[in-house]
């Protein structure tokens, strides 16, 4: 099983910043890439950005480009998503995913995560 605990979310004004970290625990050698999903009130959970794990390919959701980024610390199992001129409608709960399968399969739907955090509140005022 692998563990994830995410944390960075909070109250910020549209146009700020926050970064979010995602910690994995336990039988991380499993894991192949790592991403975050979002689901806002009334709405489905999709899908933001993910990473490979080993060679750091990365993708975003069309809302989210050239707004987010997302990157990994090989050593300390962490993945982080800074989150830059934020809007509004980036208001959900960002979950933290683990999958044993390539970022690209995360982003395009075809695989899911095996493993999912927590959740952590981001609330974007305007």
């Known amino acids: 099983q692998v563990q994830l605990v995410e944390s960075g979310g909070g109250l910020v004004q549209a146009g700020g910043s926050l970064r979010l970290s995602c910690a994995a625990s336990?039988?991380?050698?499993?894991?192949?890439?790592m991403g975050w999903f979002r689901q806002a009130p009334g709405k489905a959970r999709e899908f933001v950005s993910a990473?490979?794990?080993?060679?750091?390919?990365?993708y975003f959701a069309d809302s989210v480009k050239g707004r987010f980024t997302i990157s990994r610390d090989t050593a300390k199992n962490t993945v982080y998503m800074q989150m830059n001129v934020l809007k509004p409608e980036d208001t959900a709960v960002y979950y933290c995913?683990?999958?044993?399968?390539?970022?690209?399969?995360?982003?395009?739907?075809?695989?899911?995560?095996?493993?999912w955090g927590q959740g952590t509140q981001v609330t974007v005022s305007s």
């Open positions: 995913a683990a999958a044993r399968s390539s970022a690209r399969g995360l982003a395009s739907g075809s695989s899911g995560s095996d493993y």
């Open positions: 990473i490979n794990w080993s060679g750091g390919a990365t």
């Open positions: 336990g039988r991380t050698f499993s894991v192949y890439s």
